[in-house]
């Protein structure tokens, strides 16, 4: 993810399946990013994450988030901040 520290969220949004199912998985927050403010929500077909940098925060960032389900899985996110 790239992306300008506006004072704004970056969104990212995803659905997961399993067999062709769309499956609804539980995220949860595995690694929070160091130097930003994370939102996670399970959205009735998908799941958003979104991220805003600490105030005057340039640099790399990262966090990670797990989902629950048949195929339990990390999603690492790295994120510039320019």
Not at 18 to 39: K, S, Y
Request: a positive charge; one cysteine or more; glycine letters at 8%.
């Amino acid at each position: 993810m790239r992306m300008t520290n506006d004072g704004g969220w970056c969104w990212l949004q995803f659905g997961q399946s399993f067999r062709a199912a769309l499956i609804h998985p539980n995220p949860t927050v595995a690694e929070p990013p160091a130097h930003g403010t994370l939102d996670l929500r399970k959205m009735p077909d998908r799941i958003s994450m979104a991220y805003r940098p600490a105030p005057g925060f340039t640099g790399p960032d990262r966090f990670a988030v797990r989902t629950d389900g048949p195929l339990p899985h990390t999603i690492p996110v790295e994120v510039t901040v320019r």
